[in-house]
């Protein structure tokens, strides 16, 4: 069984910090784009960062870019966001998700075939 389990996520000020991990089991995706996207309450899912199979090109968000790094080992099998400088709109639950099809990066949220459970991040402002 493939699974995706996010954790990280929690409280943290306005200005702090989170690194949020994503820990794939059930086969590997070493060869294949990985994911963040966010929904805030009321929102539809929106994609945060995407990272390409190597972890050579990645790609952000207009709304994170230059406060969030997404990341991966493909030894772990692991997929990561840096989430620096929070702010209280970047408040939601964060999803990672795994394509099969893709190796270079993508934005939209159909290119993925496997997503976690989901961890919410609550930004006190």
């Known amino acids: 069984q493939v699974q995706l389990v996010e954790s990280g996520g929690g409280l943290v000020q306005a200005g702090g910090s989170l690194r949020l991990s994503c820990a794939a089991s059930g086969r590997t995706f070493n060869n294949n784009a990985m994911g963040w996207f966010r929904q805030a309450p009321g929102k539809e899912r929106e994609f945060v960062a995407g990272i390409s199979w190597s972890g050579g090109t990645t790609h952000y968000a207009d709304s994170v870019k230059g406060r969030f790094t997404i990341s991966r080992d493909n030894a772990k099998n692991t997929l990561y966001l840096q989430m620096n400088r929070l702010k209280p709109e970047d408040m939601a639950v964060y999803y990672c998700?795994?394509?099969?099809?893709?190796?270079?990066?993508?934005?939209?949220?159909?290119?993925?075939?496997?997503w976690g459970q989901g961890t919410q991040i609550t930004v006190s402002s």
């Open positions: 998700a795994a394509s099969t099809v893709y190796r270079n990066v993508i934005t939209n949220a159909v290119g993925y075939s496997y």
